[in-house]
């Protein structure tokens, strides 16, 4: 049993770890059940600086099974001591089964938490090795927590909003919580009504279109480009590698003002047939940048060996090098259908028929105050999981594609 930095460090660690989860659990308790309360932040500090010292003071090599669990009831124990038997600020006869399960994931964490940062490291004098180790492990931590809320936050509340009703959202905005009484018809109404008054099919369907289209003729014209750029010798093939992203310099909205007058006089504007053209034109750039470190990577050798069995140049790139490349045309396909589903400035600029809005500028459309605000969180939900879904099932192509063309082969 030693004290010194690694001791204090311990309990500095401790102390952090409880206010943060008893913020980040108490706020999604409140989010989940609808009651209201104030976190007593002070005993969760005092607990989690209680279990940091206790975790510490012991040397690592003899922190037993048993220690951790006397760290994890000391948690509990400081907890209920300090807020009288109301952990989350709240009698427990108060929603007792999420406070129950609300109670538990603070303590938890915490002890995960504390656990994790005091691994290895003693109670005595730190080295200055270890004491980044402690530090590094404490930023991880709190980034790993502090980027995970500010992404799942909005998004859960965005779900749940799409799920309330209108007199439940006027009565308590704040409560989140979801009434399973009302039934699936009750639930779900908002999506029902999405689709049966607000022409939600009709703007999935031109969403689909054009971003499939933008994905087809961006690959159709980045292909063959990247090639030559990786591949032939041509004079200005320097400048144009280097130069392809210079595009991305220039503000989108710069070209809003020309390209919607030049539209309007070719009949262009108010159409999907502009957007599959102006689309490909902010996407091909990067698909070109992307592909052209792909296709240098892979070995010439196996092209001119092509070439020497009488395959014509565009024999080589049908046979040998786009089968190879499967992994990056997957991943540009998949980021230029996400660019192209999300898009919103050039749609709302360029279309005004609702009848060929698509899913970005028909979520806009129903932001007014004639339409409840479980509608507008409804589209939200409906354009955002379609393309979470395709990119978390062809997110390992997406990685791949992106670093393959990093190193030469």
């Not at 395709?390 to 791949?400: A, G, K, T, Y």
């Amino acid at each position: 049993m030693r004290i010194g930095t690694g001791f204090f460090s311990g309990i500095v660690i401790g102390a952090i770890w409880g206010l943060v989860w008893m913020v980040v659990i108490a706020i999604t308790f409140m989010l989940v059940s609808g009651a209201i309360t104030r976190p007593p932040v002070g005993a969760a500090v005092l607990a989690g600086a209680g279990a940091g010292a206790l975790l510490t003071v012991i040397d690592p090599e003899r922190r037993t099974p048993g220690l951790q669990i006397g760290a994890v009831a000391l948690i509990v124990i400081v907890l209920a001591v300090a807020t009288l038997g109301a952990p989350l600020g709240l009698p427990l006869s108060a929603v007792p089964a999420y406070q129950i399960v609300a109670i538990a994931a603070i303590v938890g964490m915490i002890w995960l938490s504390v656990s994790y940062c005091t691994k290895g490291i003693s109670g005595g004098r730190l080295s200055r090795y270890h004491l980044e180790v402690v530090f590094i492990r404490l930023m991880k931590g709190l980034g790993l927590v502090f980027f995970t809320v500010l992404v799942a936050l909005p998004f859960y509340v965005m779900v749940m909003t799409s799920l309330k009703s209108q007199q439940s959202l006027i009565a308590n905005p704040l409560d989140f919580s979801l009434d399973f009484a009302q039934g699936p018809a009750g639930l779900f109404r908002s999506y029902i009504e999405l689709f049966s008054n607000y022409h939600f099919g009709t703007f999935l369907t031109n969403s689909a279109i054009v971003s499939v289209a933008t994905v087809i003729i961006t690959l159709f014209f980045a292909v063959p480009g990247a090639y030559a750029v990786a591949r032939l010798r041509f004079p200005g093939q320097a400048f144009l590698s280097q130069s392809i992203l210079l595009i991305y310099m220039v503000p989108a909205i710069v070209l809003v003002i020309p390209l919607y007058a030049a539209f309007s006089q070719l009949g262009l504007r108010n159409t999907l047939t502009g957007l599959m053209i102006v689309y490909p034109a902010t996407t091909i750039p990067v698909a070109l940048y992307m592909l052209q470190g792909y296709f240098r990577g892979i070995p010439s050798e196996l092209e001119e060996a092509g070439l020497m069995d009488g395959l014509t140049r565009i024999g080589v790139i049908l046979k040998i090098t786009l089968p190879l490349s499967l992994p990056a045309l997957a991943s540009v396909a998949l980021y230029v259908f996400m660019i192209a589903w999300n898009e919103f400035l050039f749609a709302f600029m360029f279309l005004d028929n609702v009848d060929i809005f698509t899913l970005s500028r028909g979520v806009v459309s129903l932001n007014s105050s004639e339409v409840p605000r479980q509608h507008l969180m409804a589209g939200a939900v409906v354009a955002t999981i379609p393309v979470l879904v395709i990119f978390l099932w062809f997110e390992r192509f997406l990685v791949s594609g992106l670093t393959a063309g990093s190193v030469k082969g």
